[in-house]
């Protein structure tokens, strides 16, 4: 089947949507400058998961695994949401009903001001006791010490992210799921939708009959389910749309 590729056809849509549903993925940083995870330099082209992003590679070598996070934590400080970003934070003032559910740990949707998120993946920012599960938020860059220790138990502090293997924290799955049924618009941004439950989510959209709007340079394994398929990059396709909205809304108003 053809995608949709015209904006012209989108904006009806979007002007009339009340509810709205974004989940995005590395490519929306990726602007940024924050690497992505399976693209040409993508982080899993470089480092091996099992050996960083696992609870038995944490218990073998925290220092090893908190060095790491110490790094992207490096390269997430010094940058900055981008114009992606910056229009999912207008569209949550303008929607009655906006929510982002997203993969990314960088907290960049915060960062630009948007406060509907939803975070399946955790949190770099932020670190949890693995004794006590207390959750506690770290900014310095560099770390201090590594590994951390809880400064209330002295066991170790893990990076508060969701590793392969582990599961999603049950509330966060459950209220994605249910924006996901239940929304009149989804927007699939930046995610080659390769890793589960995340990648179920606009299928779950598309099943309960909301249109689902991808935007990504590249094809994924759910362009061939979706409305609207937009080629391009999150930081200028995103505010081209809403070039377009503002001028649909303004005319409607007048
Ligand atoms: P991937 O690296 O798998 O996919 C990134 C997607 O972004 C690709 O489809 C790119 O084509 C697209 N992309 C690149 N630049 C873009 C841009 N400027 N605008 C829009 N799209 C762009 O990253 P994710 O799908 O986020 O999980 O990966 C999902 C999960 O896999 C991550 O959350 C992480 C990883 O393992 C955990 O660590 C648990």
Redesign the pocket.
């Known amino acids: 089947m053809k995608k949709n590729q015209d904006f012209t056809s989108l904006i009806p849509a979007l002007l009339y949507a009340k509810k709205i549903a974004v989940l995005t ?4 940083s ?2 940024s400058g924050i690497p ?4 040409k330099d ?1 982080l ?1 082209k470089n480092f091996r ?1 099992h050996e960083l ?1 696992t609870p038995a590679a944490f218990s073998q070598n925290p220092k090893l695994v908190w060095e790491w996070y110490d790094w992207r934590r490096g390269i997430i400080a010094d940058k900055k949401p981008n114009q ?1 970003h910056k229009v999912l934070v207008e569209w949550e003032a303008h929607f009655p009903s906006f929510a982002i559910i997203t ?2 740990i960088d907290g960049f949707h915060q960062k630009a001001g948007s406060r509907n998120v939803l975070e399946l ?1 955790g949190n770099i920012w932020k670190a949890r006791c693995t004794k006590e599960g207390t959750i506690l938020e770290i900014c310095d860059t560099p770390l201090k010490a590594i590994p951390l220790v809880c400064p209330d138990c002295r066991a170790l502090l893990r990076p508060h ?4 293997g582990e599961s999603l924290d049950s509330d966060t799955l459950q209220k994605a799921f249910s924006l996901s049924s239940d929304c009149d618009l989804m927007f699939v ?7 589960q439950p ?1 990648a179920s989510l606009p299928l779950t959209a598309v099943e309960s009959g909301a249109k689902v709007v991808e ?4 094809v ?1 394994s759910l362009s061939s389910f979706v409305d609207f398929s937009f080629r391009g ?3 200028e396709i995103l505010p081209q749309i809403n070039a377009r909205l503002k001028q649909a809304i303004s005319k409607r108003n007048n």
């Open positions: 993925g590395s490519g929306i990726a602007e992505t995870f399976r693209g993508g899993w998961p992003a992606g993969q990314n993946h992210v969701v590793w392969f941004i930046g995610t080659s939708a390769e890793v995340a935007i990504n340079p590249d994924t990059k999150a930081g």
